[in-house]
């Protein structure tokens, strides 16, 4: 259920909404794109100045590509393996596009699951997503502990018969917080982060510590709280077999007392929620 059922979107919501459609919409004409022999930094490059040619000057992070059993990131060990690579597209290969762009001061940060062709393994592990966003929205508004949320999602990877590929991000995180940016005439970033969202990351994570929450969702302690208001980038990673897929979007916590209110997802006019709608 997204804002939409439970009245009209703030201005601020919409600029979240705005930007995160954005984004959604650079995965899919820059998916369509894709052919035999793109390499994984091309599909990056071409996510940057599909953006950057719609007024994008500023990132959370910049985007990712990934490609075949790197979608499950097979292997990864270090923060480094994350970065694009020169892997080639084939026929039939599952790729995975991931952006955070930052569009006049509000972020978004989204991930877009597909395939070269037909890959009915990363067809059925998208369609078995569509469980996690509504175990995660229904426990959100149950007000249950952001650490046991996620391991109810493991619990149900398992059931399902995958692999929890979430876990290899740092800290484990399956969500984030993301907030407003101040725009600047220059947006330096490092390691692929832009400073400004490393910066509001950063406050988040102190003022938290001192009252006993994180911006980072992970299976670790200090996720063990009630999920805090503000905007969430949930992004459930499913793995099998050197096949990955995932969606990321926003999820939006509130302190309302209404159930409906109280949790929901910013959108529902998504790539994937909508193949979900043409699925039933």
Request: aromatic content about 12%; charged content about 30%; overall charge positive.
């Amino acid at each position: 259920m997204s804002g939409a059922a439970t009245g009209e979107l703030s201005a601020e919501l919409r600029g979240f909404r705005d930007v995160q459609r954005l984004a959604y919409e650079c995965a899919e004409a820059v998916a369509a794109r894709l052919e035999p022999g793109v390499t994984e930094r091309e599909a990056a490059r071409m996510q940057r100045e599909w953006l950057r040619g719609r007024g994008v000057r500023d990132w959370f992070h910049l985007p990712f590509a990934w490609f075949g059993d790197r979608t499950a990131f097979t292997g990864f060990r270090v923060p480094l393996q994350f970065f694009p690579t020169n892997r080639r597209l084939k026929a039939g290969m599952p790729f995975i596009l991931d952006m955070a762009p930052v569009h006049k001061g509000f972020t978004a940060d989204i991930g877009y699951s597909g395939s070269l062709g037909l890959n009915p393994v990363q067809d059925k592990l998208m369609a078995d997503l569509r469980a996690h966003r509504e175990l995660i929205l229904r426990e959100v508004r149950e007000r249950r502990p952001l650490r046991e949320i996620y391991q109810d999602v493991d619990r149900l990877m398992v059931r399902q018969g995958y692999a929890n590929r979430h876990r290899a991000y740092p800290f484990g995180v399956i969500a984030h917080k993301v907030d407003r940016v101040k725009e600047r005439p220059w947006s330096p970033h490092l390691f692929g982060f832009g400073i400004q969202s490393l910066k509001g990351l950063a406050s988040d994570a102190l003022h938290g510590h001192r009252d006993g929450w994180s911006p980072l969702w992970s299976p670790y302690r200090f996720s063990d709280h009630p999920p805090r208001p503000g905007l969430w980038a949930v992004e459930p990673h499913l793995g099998f077999r050197g096949t990955g897929a995932k969606f990321e979007e926003i999820l939006v916590v509130t302190d309302s007392k209404d159930p409906e209110a109280s949790a929901f997802w910013l959108d529902d006019d998504l790539p994937h929620v909508r193949r979900w709608a043409e699925d039933k």
